[in-house]
């Protein structure tokens, strides 16, 4: 599964990318307006400071809600830089955008998908990744990863190569279960990746291992 961090701070991004485990980027609105990016010119400058971190796929999203205004905007991310992956809503115009960049040859993630048929026909428009927010579903009580196990069955029933990307995972737990049931990749905060490092008998076992070897050798 490949791990992909959900920020703009670069900060972060760089702490992943040490670690040795990161794979790409995640980004939106938020989190730019989060790290007080603003501007066209700024926001874009920051998203090729990522790909400059990052070996991997960089979630760039246009602001577009429009089919021509997501073309145009697209277009422009996708120069940007090689790692760019341009990110659009699973709307109407969404999906018919998917189709276009597709057959450009350039990547999509299509966002904001709830259900199982909305990851079905960004499959059909020949989508790279589509990104179900397991996290938010949870938040209604609905079972994110329900949504996860079934968009997998479906994928693999027909062959689609389009990549599941498990969005708005929340913690080390979400990570672990998107592995058990086959998510292609996740995105998530630091947090919940530094979270898979932790565990008390490690802490504990290195401690002992120290105190015994100290005792030993002093």
């Known amino acids: 599964m490949k791990f992909f961090i959900d920020t703009a701070n670069l900060d972060q991004i ?35 400071d990522i790909c400059n971190i990052v070996d991997g796929d960089v979630s760039a999203e246009v602001i577009a809600t429009d089919y021509e205004g997501m073309i145009k905007e697209g277009e422009e991310l996708a120069e940007l830089h090689e790692q760019i992956v341009v990110k659009i809503p699973m709307t109407k115009d969404g999906v018919k955008a998917a189709k276009y960049f597709s057959d450009k040859g350039i990547k999509t993630n299509v966002t904001l998908v709830f259900s199982v048929g909305q990851a079905l026909l960004a499959a059909k428009a020949g989508a790279t990744y589509v990104s179900p927010f397991i996290g938010r579903l949870d938040d209604i009580s ?17 062959g689609y190569e389009t990549e599941i990307l498990a969005a708005s995972v929340r913690n080390t737990m979400h990570i672990v279960n998107c592995a058990k ?23 504990s076992g290195l401690a002992q291992f120290i105190a015994d070897y100290e005792k030993g050798n002093k």
């Open 14 to 48: 760089k702490e992943a990318q040490e670690l040795g485990v990161l794979d790409g980027v995640t980004t939106n609105p938020s989190l730019m307006a989060k790290e007080g990016i603003t501007g066209r010119n700024n926001i874009l400058k920051h998203y090729v």
């Open 142 to 158: 609905t079972d994110g990863l329900t949504l996860i196990e079934d968009i997998r069955l479906i994928y693999d029933n027909y």
């Open 181 to 203: 049931i086959g998510a292609d990749v996740m995105t998530g905060p630091l947090s919940a990746i530094a979270g898979l490092l932790k565990h008390p008998l490690t802490d």
